[in-house]
């Protein structure tokens, strides 16, 4: 059967181990309710013959003011991406990237794609905004499929640490996060769920938090509301999302202020 891509699921934008890809991952920001601040990240594949390459545009004068030394400033920074992506024949992220590389009406109104290049061993990631030039066919089986991707990487990369695999319970990003009573704020976040998994509960120890007063949680975005935070005392809080299978994830906050 074939799969349906939406157009309104792409977001608009203004070293391997072998070819199992268990190592080195890339992840498509593509699916319901995805944007560019909260993700939904949907595994292309395996990486193998990793190449990202960094680089930043320099502009130089030559001045009296400095001595006829050249001065240097940075005005742009970008690169370029190569590596090749095994994955299972009729994955959705394949086909979501081929319709945007194809679909002139998907192209100039997205304009580029949002990846993450994975190390599941650290979890860590770059995330790059690309613009593909090449997906082409290397290799081809009933089950998997290899291509390889050439893209320009447009804007500054983002490294970021704490990924957590989609595939599991998790809720982006990981860390602490500073809640100011002072500067009081909603703290958004995007949580992603095992199949078939749903949230039971958010939990302050034994404590279950009240779903509209206390917090919202719908289409994969999680609020936890200022109002409820600013009652915390201060210190560090730990909310943990209880889910009816897998893992419980957690949130830690670092609560500061007086709120006065």
């Not at 993700?39 to 990486?47: A, D, F, N, S």
């Not at 680089?55 to 400033?73: I, P, R």
């Not at 200022?226 to 299978?245: E, H, K, Q, R, W």
Request: hydrophobic share 40%; proline share 3%.
């Amino acid at each position: 059967m074939a799969i349906i891509i939406e157009k309104s699921k792409f977001p608009s934008f203004a070293a391997s181990v072998g070819q199992s890809g268990k190592r080195w991952l890339v992840y498509l920001n593509y699916g319901v309710n995805a944007t560019e601040q909260n993700p939904v990240w949907t595994m292309l594949g395996g990486i193998i013959n990793n190449s990202v390459n960094f680089k930043a545009n320099v502009t130089s004068n030559n001045t009296k003011d400095t001595g006829m030394w050249e001065e240097s400033v940075i005005t742009s920074k970008g690169g370029e991406v190569s590596f090749e992506v095994i994955f299972k024949a009729g994955n959705e992220a394949q086909a979501a990237f081929e319709e945007f590389m194809i679909n002139d009406e998907i192209t100039n109104e997205k304009k580029m794609l949002d990846i993450a290049v994975v190390d599941l061993d650290e979890s860590e990631y770059f995330r790059l905004k690309i613009v593909p030039s090449a997906w082409n066919l290397v290799a081809n089986s009933s089950d998997m499929v290899t291509k390889s991707l050439t893209a320009t990487i447009n804007g500054k990369p983002e490294y970021h640490t704490g990924w957590l695999n989609p595939d599991e319970n998790g809720v982006q990003p990981s860390g602490i996060v500073v809640f100011d009573k002072d500067h009081a704020e909603d703290k958004t976040f995007s949580v992603s769920l095992a199949d078939g998994v749903t949230v039971t509960a958010i939990k302050n120890g034994d404590t279950a938090l009240t779903s509209g007063t206390d917090y919202n949680l719908a289409s994969g975005t999680l609020v936890i509301k200022s109002s409820y935070l600013a009652t915390c005392d201060n210190g560090i809080v730990t909310l943990t999302v209880a889910c009816s299978g897998g893992n419980n994830p957690e949130l830690t906050f670092a609560v500061t202020g007086t709120g006065e």
